[in-house]
């Protein structure tokens, strides 16, 4: 089955930066789209961004010049590099798998970004 594990989240002050990683199993990594969504406290799940098996990335306007999104696929991981960190950054990041009309989600690992 697909197993998707999300880690390197933590505290950070403003400015600061994180890498997130997503391994992934189960499925042919290589194949899929893979994105990366946050909730915020209170917020909705939103996604943040994606990309496609070939490695075009694409970002909401939100993280634009300041994550960049890659992925290893002889490692099966996708990464969520973050840099110049923002308070309205704080949420729980999940990484996700949308296949045949289906989303898979990781546990999510936690980002706060407080002084």
């Known amino acids: 089955q697909v197993q998707l594990v999300e880690s390197g989240g933590g505290l950070v002050q403003p400015g600061g930066s994180l890498n997130l990683s997503c391994e992934a199993s189960?499925?042919?990594?290589?194949?899929?789209?893979m994105a990366w969504y946050r909730q915020g406290p209170g917020k909705e799940r939103e996604l943040v961004a994606t990309?496609?098996?070939?490695?075009?990335?694409n970002y909401v306007h939100a993280v634009k010049g300041r994550f960049t999104i890659s992925r290893d696929n002889a490692k099966n991981t996708v990464y969520l590099q973050m840099d110049n960190l923002k308070p309205e950054d704080t949420a729980v990041y999940f990484c996700?798998?949308?296949?045949?009309?289906?989303?898979?989600w990781g546990q999510g690992t936690p980002v706060s970004v407080s002084s």
């Open positions: 990309i496609s098996a070939n490695g075009r990335a």
């Open positions: 189960g499925f042919a990594f290589n194949l899929y789209l």
């Open positions: 996700n798998l949308r296949r045949n009309g289906n989303d898979d």
